[in-house]
């Protein structure tokens, strides 16, 4: 098997790492809606991550866009161009608060799940993946299983 993971893979590996890094923002410059919409940089800085975020979004495969519609694929794009042109600090704000946690979890998850699915994650860091959800996440590596080679 190629040791390169899928494209699609490689996407949500680069989504999560913009999420981060929007943490990394609120982090360093605080988590006050006041600094953020008073602070041209820190606006700037995560509007920056949410267009690259958007953008990589538009290389996903619409099946995989349709298998995991629990994300708002489309919203996400529509964002990319709103931020990229630097909107209003307050839709901004929501959206690094609100929907860019729950794309980082999901972005971790899938890739987890696609570890798991190649025996490339120790047994050890499968305890995360699997809870007491089992019957969910066996449904959810069944979905990521579909996406391995693309």
Known sequence: MDERPPKTITILKRIAEHCKDIDNSI???GNSVDVFQSNKIYRDVCCMYVAQIGELSCHLTDEFK???DEISWKDIETLSNVFGNNSSGSLVWSAIHEE???LAGFCEKVIMQY???I???P???LDELYDDDWDEDADD???TQLFIDQ
């Open 66 to 68: 349709q298998a995991f």
């Open 115 to 117: 570890y798991a699915i």
């Open 141 to 143: 590596v069944k979905r």
């Open 100 to 102: 860019m946690p729950k």
């Open 119 to 121: 025996k490339a994650v």
């Open 123 to 125: 047994d050890e860091g």
């Open 27 to 29: 982090e360093y410059f």
